[in-house]
């Protein structure tokens, strides 16, 4: 059987209604404007076929400390010809020495094992129509001058200096802050995305400040679809069931090199911005 030359090159805005396609095809709920949110943090390639996007990868670099892979898809009708491995060939090249996150599905695992990549742990993805719950105290609006207090609490929890992602999560969505004694000692964020709305990143101390931050949101939109996508350690799963937002899938958090963060007493992650930012 004769196959077609691939061609791999810069994913560019040209490519994202393609992009669009891809992923509904895969059974994603990524809209143009997820794709365009990706695509402005980050860097990748895309594979085409006959002018036909059939492969795409993203990098999303933090600065020099991490960088995240994400945005992986391979036509349904060319697995099988090694395309996988090579959109993450061109993923590591753009990567370079940077320490890579990534969630993988269970037909990737195999390759980014193949890859060196190791798990750290299981992403919940939880989503629902929520009803009405009572506002918590404690919790208000973030505002313009909360912007670099939001981004060094995520650096400590992340590990990671994500400013760029805080900075585009003010634009897009909005922000919730906890303060203690004058300061923003937790916080999360609220944006449009796929069929609804998602919650994340959430950092706090603790589970119970995380449970007040992401019932902020929750209390604010009473019959709306609500996403959020949390770790299994976090501890948060059992209780966003309670609130109506079901545990439908996720996936399975991978490092190269192999990381794994103790908790930490001031700042921690109960949720992702999504699986494929962190």
Known sequence: MQTNQIDVTAFGPEHLEAAVRLSRQAGWPHRLEDWQMALTLSEGVVAIEDARVVGTVLVTPYKADYATINMVIVDEAMRGRGLGRTLMDAALRIAGDRPL??????????????LGFRETGRVLQHQGVV?????????EAATAADIDAIAAL???????????????????????????????????????????????PVVAADLDDAKAL??????????RFLRVDTTADAGLSGWLTEQGLAHVGGGIAMTKPPIHRAADLVANTFALANQALG
């Open 101 to 114: 996150r990534l969630v993988a599905t269970a037909e990737g695992l195999p390759l980014y094992e193949k």
């Open 154 to 200: 995520d650096r400590r929890a992340f590990g990671a200096d994500r400013e760029g992602l805080v900075a585009y999560l003010a634009k897009a969505g909005e922000f919730a802050v906890l303060r203690r004694e004058g300061r923003v000692s937790g916080f999360a964020a609220l944006r449009v995305f796929g069929r609804g709305e998602v919650i994340g």
């Open 131 to 139: 009803g009405e719950v009572a506002a918590p105290p404690g919790i």
């Open 214 to 223: 992401v019932a902020y949101f929750i209390a604010m939109r009473p019959g």
